[in-house]
């Protein structure tokens, strides 16, 4: 019988609180957030390494560093990327193979990031974007080269073979 | 290990030692295998930690990775190897009655190569629909839709309750026998495969009597996409993606895992500083793994406050996560040989400013939930399982702890920093529900207590070791352990020197996890199986694979 | 001021002013009378959706719905909207008629008890003298509504839930029922008005403290059983039977569920408030100096003290559900038979006891 009333207690002691403990949740701040309206500020706060998109960077005269080499075609494991080259005669005469288009497919894409550590002009990243909703497939599918850019010319001209040698950092070297 | 070597050779005296291994390995004859086994087993080898199928081209057979529940040395794995050269019907011999796990491995063996293990009681599928044809993990599999077109109509019910089983008669055919698994006057539930308390989709074909349950089945299969055959045409680096999709919620461990079996068989150092960098990564993800499942028991409970808040502290971990490796969920940071890019400046005072914060909110949810009177009412009375089933089961990691099995790999061998940390393996007695709860909760203070020790003194120094650019591996077996929020995740790959591995085998400690669940919930409530499931918190990909 | 029974004798005066005939305006007062309850049913009933959903959310360091209208205001309105709009699906191997019925005596039940709440100084549809009787009675009405969409929807986890309900609402009745029945003996009366009018001066549970107190904790917790939710939300139990007794209903019958699952919350609630806490009666101080306060308080209208009542105890209610797990069908059994009904009797014992002495 004591023991019957000591548990009856005890037990709403108990229940009470935990009663206390939703009570003083109810009035911490919460931590919902507001997408449409937070936009501004969740845009600008979204941490630099966060893989929401692949990018190719082009600078201010629409100049990329891509050399259509292939390798983060071959390394990808979902075949997200294509790369479309094709050949053309520079003015001393040689035929070079340039990149055409860089074809990205987002909906495929597993975000492993593999493409962007074997890359070896560092020519792709990664941009912190997280909007990726549209309304067909098809838009999914993006290139990545802007229209009309073309290779940046680099001094120390990165052959396309590069991966095969040791290179300086631990990046070039895991395919 | 050289007295079990001639213990083994007295058992099987053809049988043959590799030398050089990992471990002691054995290849016998499958007709010496039970008598191994059972010798084995008498030796004290009664936990078998794997049971790999394989295609040697010219032949079939099965590899058993075999430990013990208690070794006296650090880690003890023995290796048996078996094979037939029949490929039509390639028959070996059952060692299910000997390790109770097997009856699910062997399934899966069968399932994938078509071996048929002699007086199996239960040569169902595991996780290919019954009108599959032919066995994909053969390398003579030919994929073509044609054969094995996308179904179109449901199978029938008759026809997925056979369970058959092969034997031996006297001039050495096999004969099948074929019974139903349940019968007519039987009441059948199905949870799931769309199920709120499944945790993925798993389907649940339970027995009743009014809410009283009488036998579970599981049935697999619903989210198996092949990843061991996807990894057989893919290169190391590309893989480990693949791991964070076993276990999503253990994703790095997992990872940990693979990188390590690949940096073990290709000789490669990993830094001091990445091998730390992995230890914080691994207490965090254990951290935020037990949170979803104290969380996700609550939430099936009927606590759904108790799983909201479980959400939002994890929510903290996600972030620390995304700001140094740029993944939330798929983290995608451990790289062969090390991690894939330094951490984050603002990492260190992140974490730092976690452990308070997290041991403060767990005080909290012992108020809420654990001293609840209802909560604690429900648990402490129903889920048991003992630390011999716990064993026969092969159920690691914090619900074999609770049954006061210390199978923490962790301690067994120590891998990465957890040699140079204090910590406590957390032990339970009791194998009830309730254990199985605290113990999460406790382990989140021990993961807390190794990263405080661990947080300030990150070496410093590359985070990346050099790796050639094209890893090949030598010729060989290669397997690794690790300790993963649901217990002993294991890999095995099997190279031929290629850069394409030959066989990839993940041990998943979830598919153990379920079929505890028979044993453990016979005679209880429907309710109690959903509380049960939720305090085992296994991740159904991880079991599919 | 603001009182609304003067609105209700202006009407009827003015009916009767217009038409001679006396059956044709009881006739017309009743049909007003009966749209009018219904329109009060489903704005609480929205108002309660709202409630919750925004309750909940803070409790779970959420916001809740912001979306439709103003701090989600309109929210309710649109689900009620996609509630109706939705496809009744009607499932092979029903009983189709008992499917179909069902949700109607579940919303009847519900119905006629609200009818008879006595919302403010002479607002109530009907005051029988066995007023209390009546909605004891009349509440359990759900139950049967319950258990036949348990059984035609031809579903195992229907089943399991009906039978759970069934067996909780034939125990918790016993204990809200002997709650009631001691409070019965302090007032000396079973009509509702006369219950109230007894709490004039001071509400019973002021009256009596230690009796009508324990008879309140327990009501509480029997009518909290009785509606399903919370920590007994057995029979729906969404982790464990997906969505119990209605899983197979949809559109506007499981709307019916839906709104009479709230509307009990409200019912339980309305019944504790003219019980225990004096229903419309404004809180009055028994004593000398106190006298500006009580008139202060009764100028507030009688309807705002039984909503104001309602709601604190709806909060009260929120609060406990969403912060208990579910029990279990024994430890729910084991609470009434073993908790709350021997107290509750020794609780009637000491209620009359103190009646005879007091």
Redesign the interface.
Known sequence: MIKYIKD?VSGSWA?LK??R???I??W?????E?YPENRETKLQNMCERFRGELVMEHNEKNEHKCTGCGICQMNCPNHTIKIVTRQETTEDGKTKKVLDKYMYDLGSCTFCGLCTQVCPQKAISWKPNFEHAVFRRSQLEKQLNQPGSKMAEKKVAAPAAAPKKEGETGDKKVQ | MDNMQKYIQTLAPKAQFEEGGQYLTTTIEPDALRKVATGLKEKGFDYLMCLTGMDYKESLGVIYHISSSNPKEKETVIVLKTSTTNREEPAIPTVSDIWEIATYYEREAYDFYGIIFVNHPDMRRLFLREDWVGFPFRKDYVVNDEINPVPTKVPDPDDYEAVPSYSLNKEGKLVKKTKSLFENKD?I?NIGPQ???THGVLHLRTKLEG?IIKHIDPHFGYIHRGIEKMCESMTYPQMLYLTERLDYLCGTMNRHGLCMCIEKAAGIEVPARAQYIRTIFDELTRIASHLIGWACM?????????F??GM?DREKIMDIYEETAGGRLMVNYYVVGGVAQDIHPNFVNRVKEFIPYMRKMIEEYHT??TH?P??A??MKDCGFLTKEQAVALGVTGPSGRASGWSCDVRKIAPYAAYDKVKFDEMLHQGGGTFDRYMIRLEEIEQSLRIIEQLIDNIPEGDCRAKVPAIIKLPAGEYYQRVENARGDFGVYINSTGDKNPYRVKFRSPCLSLVTALDPMCTEQ????L?MISGSLDYVIPCIDR | MLELDKLVTLIHSTLADAIDIEWLVKLIEYVLIGVGFLALYAVLALILILLERKI????????GP?RVGPWGLIQPIADMVKILLKEIIKIDKTDWILFKVAPFIVIMGSFCTFGALQFGKGICGVDFNVGLFYMIAISSLGVIGILLAGWASNN??TL?GAM?SGAQLVSYELSAGIALLTMVVLSGSLQLSEIIEGQAKAWYIFQAPLPAFIAFIIYLIAGHAETNRG?F??PE??????AGYHTEYSGIQFGFFYLAEYLNMFIIAGIATMVFLGGYQPFQINAEWAEGFNNIMAYIPTWAWFFGKVFGLILLSL??R??????????LLKLEWK?LMPISLLNLLLMSVWVLIF
């Not at chain 2, 409530?525 to 109690?528: G, T």
């Not at chain 3, 139990?237 to 997906?242: I, P, W």
Request: aromatic share 12%; charged share 20%; hydrophobic share 40%.
């Open positions: 009856l229940l935990g009663m403990i939703t009570m949740n109810f911490r701040p919460k931590v919902t507001q | 009441y539930v199920h709120p308390s809410e609550c939430n099936d409970m009927g606590s759904i406050t108790a909201i808040y939002r809420l939930f609840n209802i909560a009412g429900r409530k429907i309710a109690d959903i | 909940c959310a803070y409790f779970q360091c959420r916001l912001t195992k986890y399991i759970r920590p939300d057995l139990a969404e982790s464990e039977l997906t609060w406990v969403w912060t208990f797990p579910r029990l279990r069908i024994d430890q908790i």
